[in-house]
């Protein structure tokens, strides 16, 4: 389920069909399937819901309280919860006009016509949170499941979720809960083990581990009504502008990455500071002329000097050094 090879169908119209969140539950767990486990690739908002109905089976609570306790309250992620109260509504985006439901503009309550059904409190729907507590769980991620001495995750855990599952679908990288390497929407933070996820009304997040880099967005694109544009291309635009933010667009502003890098003591001398800083500024030279062709050789160089200079820098000033250069060759 958490890979979405079920076999489950994508969607039953639960709100039509069901008086309450039991009957639901009920009508979930006797769909037919639609292919054999494992066969098959198709996302499915079952799965979810089934997920979180074995949350609650196992742990004697309500996927609400649950998250509450074990996930957003250690972290102190107070803005995330299901039903938010009256008093927070001015702080929520408006949705949908939804006649089928007879909720005229849903506003304070969650978008999702089934989540709705089900009391507000779904596996698949109905979770509302702000950028700022997104970005401390995305944090949490990228420290391998602990955030400033809350361990939510075990690092183990997090592995996995960087893991590609579904080899055997290609284009459809998923680990266990997350979609791996989608550049449709993550842009050009999309790598192997880039994770993210998108939600209906027009919300994305982005977590790529090799960069230590976050992009969240949150849209109602669905306001007044889901007939709207796809939010796909501003998805990959708030992607590729965080992944640009942290690349050099310059040969100068390198050598100001090297400065900053020698102040926090990532080099083991002034010799290799130096002679990257000499390399840059020559580049920064044929930049000024707009000599590409001397731009991108002089650049080469600058990675093989970076290669024989590795053994002088920490680890980290030599991947940030050669990705950017890397970047900046591109770039030109």
Known sequence: MLTHTSGFP???????TTESREEAYQEVFATPLDYEPGTHYGYSDLNMITTAALIEEISGERLDDYIQTHITEPLGMTDTM?????????????????????????WG???DENAWAMDGVAGHAGLFSTAQDLAVFAQMILNDGEYEGTRILEAETVDIMETNELPEFP???HSLAWELNQDWYMG?????????????TGTSIVINP????VAILLTNKVHPTRDAPSTNPIRQ?????????????????????????????????ERAVHS????????????????????IKHMEGFKTLLNHQQENMSEDAYETLNRNADYLIGKW
């Open 276 to 295: 990257l800083k000499l390399h840059l500024s020559a580049v920064s030279h044929y930049e000024d002329k707009d000599a590409v062709a001397k731009v």
């Open 10 to 16: 994508a969607w039953i119209p639960l709100y039509q």
């Open 109 to 111: 309550e969650v978008h």
């Open 188 to 200: 050009a933070l999309s790598e192997p083990a880039t994770m993210g996820h998108t939600g209906f």
């Open 210 to 213: 090799a960069k230590d880099a």
């Open 237 to 269: 635009a708030v992607a590729g502008k965080t992944a640009d933010a942290m690349n050099a667009w310059s040969a100068s502003s390198m050598n100001a990455l090297v400065e900053d890098l020698a102040d926090d003591d990532a080099f083991a001398g």
């Open 171 to 173: 284009g459809n990288a």
């Open 82 to 106: 299901f039903n938010p109260p009256e008093s927070l509504k001015d702080r929520i985006a408006a949705t949908e006009y939804q006649p089928q439901t007879d909720r005229e503009i849903v």
